[in-house]
């Protein structure tokens, strides 16, 4: 992110609403915040994450399941 972003046309979702969105602990989304794997605005003691910021998050965690199939068929092969 720039220092100089515009965030008017952010919009915002809490900790409890991500975690519902991601069908997760609230406790997960926490640790992702301060892991640094999903960006977040910190107001007084509470966090609000940008939603594309929970949408880039899951496009990037996305699986296509070419991976797992790779790895188990080279296991086999010998």
């Given at each position: 992110?720039?220092?100089?972003?515009?965030?008017?046309?952010?919009?915002?979702?809490?900790?409890?609403?991500?975690?519902?969105?991601?069908?997760?602990?609230?406790?997960?989304?926490?640790?992702?915040?301060?892991?640094?794997?999903?960006?977040?605005?910190r107001f007084g003691r509470s966090y609000r994450v940008?939603?594309?910021?929970?949408?880039?998050?899951?496009?990037?965690?996305?699986?296509?399941?070419?991976?797992?199939?790779?790895?188990?068929?080279?296991?086999?092969?010998?």
């Amino acid at each position: 992110m720039t220092q100089e972003q515009n965030f008017s046309n952010v919009t915002f979702l809490t900790v409890q609403e991500v975690a519902e969105l991601m069908r997760v602990s609230k406790m997960t989304v926490y640790r992702m915040v301060h892991a640094g794997e999903l960006p977040a605005v910190r107001f007084g003691r509470s966090y609000r994450v940008p939603v594309n910021a929970v949408e880039s998050y899951l496009r990037s965690a996305v699986v296509d399941g070419t991976e797992a199939r790779g790895a188990s068929g080279s296991a086999h092969a010998g």
